[in-house]
T-cell receptor, first 114, second 113 residues
Framework: GAGVSQSPSNKVTEKGKDVELRCDPISGHTALYWYRQSLGQGLEFLIY????????KSGLPSDRFSAERTGGSVSTLTIQRTQQEDSAVYLC????????????FGPGTRLTVT | SQKIEQNSEALNIQEGKTATLTCNYT??????LQWYRQDPGRGPVFLLLIRENEKEKRKERLKVTFDTTLKQSLFHITASQPADSATYLC????????????FGAGTRLAVHP
């Protein structure tokens, strides 16, 4: 069956531009998570969705970062006025519910800010 | 704050041997700990979960131990194969309910024929 998909797979943008990263979770999965992975670092939690609501946004690094989820399915992570330190791989994961402990990850979007 | 440490250096072993990876954590008492595998350019893939009341968990050639006193988990791959070469990540739930995970930086394993 279809897994978690993310688009684009690679994104190069100029400093100061806005970017949108998309995540399509596995159909029927209500919990969705965004993580960021910088080179040589562990995955850093950004935000968690249960359905369309985001009860935990505590990992968003600054107010330039925002995310939404519509219809309990697709999620978009938006970074405004990108900075070079935003360069990383952004990973999305979904699970059947928050209580389902196995997370299924997408392939990630590699963001490079020049 | 919570901290997870994994061997930062790559682990090189010969095919057929047992690989042992270490995960240490501080400042937290997780209800469970998870191990994931990550290949280059791919997202992590879930391997095993072990709960705080479990000492050991096995799945095929994989074995995980969890010592809540030492705050340490060991991940073993027996009869290792070159296809086991990847980065292995350990992760803890810090939400206490909705699986908000913090990850270690991972240990890269290389199994040589």
């Amino acid at each position: 069956g279809a897994g978690v998909s993310q688009s684009p797979s690679n994104k190069v943008t100029e400093k100061g531009k806005d970017v949108e990263l998309r995540c399509d979770p596995i159909s029927g999965h209500t919990a969705l998570y965004w993580y960021r992975q910088s080179l040589g670092q562990g995955l850093e939690f950004l935000i968690y969705f249960q359905g369309n609501s985001a009860p935990d946004k505590s990992g968003l690094p600054s107010d330039r970062f925002s995310a939404e989820r519509t219809g309990g399915s697709v999620s978009t992570l938006t970074i405004q006025r990108t900075q070079q330190e935003d360069s990383a791989v952004y990973l999305c994961a979904s699970s059947l519910s928050a209580g389902d402990l196995e997370q299924y990850f997408g392939p990630g979007t590699r963001l490079t800010v020049t | 704050s919570q901290k997870i440490e994994q061997n930062s250096e790559a682990l090189n072993i010969q095919e057929g041997k047992t690989a042992t990876l270490t995960c240490n954590y501080t400042n937290y008492s997780p209800a469970y700990l998870q191990w994931y595998r990550q290949d280059p350019g791919r997202g992590p893939v879930f391997l095993l979960l072990i709960r705080e009341n479990e000492k050991e968990k096995r799945k095929e050639r994989l074995k995980v131990t969890f010592d809540t006193t030492l705050k340490q988990s060991l991940f073993h791959i027996t009869a290792s194969q070159p296809a086991d070469s990847a980065t292995y990540l350990c992760a803890l739930d810090i939400s206490g309910g909705y699986n908000k995970l913090i990850f270690g930086a991972g240990t890269r394993l290389a199994v040589h024929p």
